[in-house]
């Protein structure tokens, strides 16, 4: 049995793991999600929401070793978590996720891509501070093979993100380097181009990389698929 903590992407929150923890439980494991600051249930205000205090809020809720799964920009959350406290994370998986490169920040990241599909599809609010999904175009582009109860799902919990977060690089990985990673390529994503995660995974070791035929939200596509996928990973 793997104890993992499952870290949601841009706009979401722990709810979109809703069908995964339970197809996980299924195959003997523990799973658990968490809203970061800002999202889902958390109160934070957006102003006062940061990377760091992204990756503090990851290590707060591991009281053990834990396998650390992020989607999407949550993938500088738990590599600046891994970072911070290496003892704490068993294993890193990157489900279509951004892989920082130090002096980067997501932001850049993003505009660095071959491609940007979902440019069409952030709205930013007036105030600069956080930025949403267009309603009339998120199905598209993160949940174009998704049930349509669980698109109207999402649609119904997806929130504001903040910018801070995504425009602050990590400067430097040096404790990061020696933790277990992994990495899930979604093959069908309209997010983040498959051919860029491809790339951004290119330093992983052999075998660390496998792929899914899904968009960008795989718990919602194939939640059985992506249990197996992580218990196999986990085993």
């Known amino acids: 049995m793997a104890d993992l903590l499952l870290i949601h992407g841009s706009c979401h929150g722990a709810w979109c793991w809703r069908d995964v923890i339970p197809a996980l ?7 658990r999600a968490i809203d970061l600051p800002g999202h889902g249930q958390d109160g934070t205000p957006a102003e006062k929401v ?3 205090g992204y990756a503090r809020a990851i290590l707060a809720a591991i009281d053990r070793p834990v396998t650390l799964v992020g989607h999407s920009m949550a993938g500088f959350p738990i590599t600046l978590a891994a970072e911070r406290a ?7 998986v990157y ?7 130090p002096g980067l920040s997501l932001a850049e990241m993003r505009r660095a891509a071959p491609r940007q599909p979902l440019l069409p599809a952030i709205e930013m609010a007036p105030d600069g501070v956080t ?24 649609l119904a919990h997806l929130g504001p993100q903040p910018v801070a977060p995504q425009a602050t690089p990590i400067a430097a990985l040096d404790r990061w380097a020696g933790v ?15 051919e860029y995660q491809a ?3 290119a330093g992983f070791p052999p075998g660390h990389v496998t792929r899914l035929p899904r968009s960008h939200s ?10 197996r996928r992580l218990d196999e990973i986990v085993s």
């Open 95 to 101: 489900l279509c996720a951004y892989v920082p490169v």
């Open 218 to 227: 795989p718990f919602f596509a194939d939640p059985a698929g992506l249990a």
């Open 199 to 201: 790339t951004i995974s």
């Open 50 to 52: 940061t990377l760091e």
């Open 131 to 154: 930025f949403s999904f267009r309603p009339g175009m998120v199905a598209e582009k993160l949940y174009h093979d998704c049930p349509a109860e669980a698109v109207d799902f999402a």
């Open 86 to 92: 290496p003892e704490k994370i068993a294993r890193l």
């Open 180 to 194: 277990e990673k992994h990495y899930i390529l979604c093959e069908q994503d309209r997010a983040i181009p498959p």
């Open 25 to 31: 439980a299924a195959l003997g494991h523990e799973a």
